[in-house]
T-cell receptor, first 113, second 117 residues
């Protein structure tokens, strides 16, 4: 049973519009959430994170929202740019987990010109 | 340049032939980890190491071994590879192992694509 789910395998968005990537989790012990971005033939790179004590974290064009009651987080990219085309992974860790991250399956974002 | 280096990038082997995938980081990170990525499953942790001579199992350790004799190196060993270990493997490191808001993001290598026939 996957504890972190990204239900959309792919998402296509027009350049300049908002991209919204979603992630759901089942483990209420998760207290820290991260988004990583992955280009082909490269390893994932850290994008943005959020602690469970917050409901929003912003970094430039990227904002992550956390809804603890719904066990849902989302990544907003505004405006979307061609270089944002990549696979986005959501990951979560729990208190006492020794930094073990549980990963979603990823969402492939395609930005159309 | 700060980086995590994995070798080889591609490897095709046969069932039962022992292999080692090397991982080295030049950032003096304490924490290192191995993941495998399979379609529809995301990344799953194989083994991790909190520091030299300290290793522990992740979620999918069966069929794998690791060692951490030096801080910079964390090789992944497949003593007797099988076709179900065909996957994309990533090594990662971080300066500060921990949890919650003290997490430091992982730095990943570029991956090793392993095919076992």
């Amino acid at each position: 049973d996957q504890q972190v789910k990204q239900n959309s395998p792919s998402l296509s968005v027009q350049e300049g519009r908002i991209s919204i990537l979603n992630c759901d989790y089942t483990n209420s012990m998760f207290d820290y959430f991260l988004w990583y971005k992955k280009y082909p033939a490269e390893g994932p790179t850290f994008l943005i994170s959020i602690s469970s004590i917050k409901d929003k974290n912003e970094d430039g064009r990227f904002t992550v929202f956390l809804n603890k009651s719904a066990k849902h987080l989302s990544l907003h990219i505004v405006p979307s740019q061609p270089g944002d085309s990549a696979v986005y992974f959501c990951a979560a860790s729990a208190l006492g987990s020794n930094y073990q991250l549980i990963w979603g399956a990823g969402t492939k974002l395609i930005i159309k010109p | 340049e700060a980086q995590v280096t994995q070798n080889p990038r591609y490897l095709i082997t046969v069932t039962g032939k022992k292999l080692t995938v090397t991982c080295s980081q030049n950032m003096n990170h304490e924490y290192m980890s191995w993941y495998r990525q399979d379609p529809g499953l995301g990344l799953r942790q194989i083994y991790y190491s909190m520091n030299v001579e300290v290793t522990d199992k992740g979620d999918v350790p069966e069929g794998y071994k690791v060692s951490r004799k030096e801080k910079r190196n964390f090789p992944l060993i497949l003593e007797s590879p099988s076709p179900n270990q065909t996957s994309l493997y990533f090594c990662a490191s971080s300066p500060r192992p921990g949890q919650g808001k003290y997490n430091s993001p992982l730095h990943f290598g570029n991956g090793t694509r392993l095919t076992v026939t």
